[in-house]
T-cell receptor, first 116, second 111 residues
Framework: GAVVSQHPSWVICKSGTSVKIECRSL??????MFWYRQFPKQSLMLMAT?????????EQGVEKDKFLINHASLTLSTLTVTSAHPEDSSFYIC????????????FGEGSWLTVV | QKEVEQDPGPLSVPEGAIVSLNCTYS??????FMWYRQYSRKGPELLMY????GNKEDGRFTAQVDKSSKYISLFIRDSQPSDSATYLC???????????FGKGTTLSVSS
């Protein structure tokens, strides 16, 4: 299957700072990328959908000024958590799809964010 | 009613057992059905996907969709300890669009 890479896998940051998570599609062009958040023992909750070259569409209840999403190229999307707080600590997962992935959605390995 | 319902388990079975995992959904517009496997602290891994009613088989895994009942299943034959994971059903209106996930069923296969 297609490969989606996320970096970093683990990150710890101080409260009030910002942290950036990268999501890359390694072997296909991802026209659409999705960002999810998953709390322990919970399902994946969609945060936003981004299409290359356009602004992300955020789900209800997700603050777009706090979770900045950039999808500047067909292989890279970034999620920046601004002014992070301990309640932002979670598992963040990106997924990607494109014509050459058969529009099937593939997931990255996820990034564990801990805000202290 | 939630859009996708999945029994979270946990489900414990002995090695070699046949496992049945199920989800129900409410919106008949959903056309795209997927099953993901997620190991602890890892991202979901795509197992199977299907667009239509009926069965789709891949090795020990069989995905079944009944659109008339809005019911999907994943069967695992000859289950192995390595199958121990959380299994998530995911459903979408069409390919490439955002998926709606079930809560996941945690499976434990004992040797």
């Amino acid at each position: 299957g297609a490969v989606v890479s996320q970096h970093p896998s683990w990150v710890i940051c101080k409260s009030g700072t910002s942290v950036k998570i990268e999501c890359r599609s390694l072997d296909f062009q991802a026209t659409t990328m999705f960002w999810y958040r998953q709390f322990p023992k919970q399902s994946l909750m969609l945060m936003a959908t981004s299409n290359e070259g356009s602004k992300a569409t955020y789900e209800q209840g997700v603050e777009k000024d706090k979770f900045l999403i950039n999808h500047a190229s067909l292989t890279l999307s970034t999620l920046t958590v601004t002014s992070a707080h301990p309640e932002d600590s979670s598992f963040y997962i990106c997924s990607a799809s494109g014509v050459f992935s058969g529009n099937t959605i593939y997931f990255g390995e996820g990034s564990w964010l801990t805000v202290v | 009613q939630k859009e996708v319902e999945q029994d979270p388990g946990p489900l414990s079975v002995p090695e070699g057992a046949i496992v049945s995992l199920n989800c129900t959904y409410s919106n008949s517009a959903f056309q795209y059905f997927m099953w993901y496997r997620q190991y602890s602290r890892k991202g979901p891994e795509l197992l199977m996907y299907t667009y239509s009613s009926g069965n789709k088989e891949d090795g020990r895994f069989t995905a079944q969709v009944d659109k008339s009942s809005k019911y999907i299943s994943l069967f695992i034959r000859d289950s192995q300890p390595s199958d121990s994971a959380t299994y998530l059903c995911a459903i979408g209106p069409q390919a490439g669009t955002a998926l709606i996930f079930g809560k996941g069923t945690t499976l434990s296969v004992s040797s």
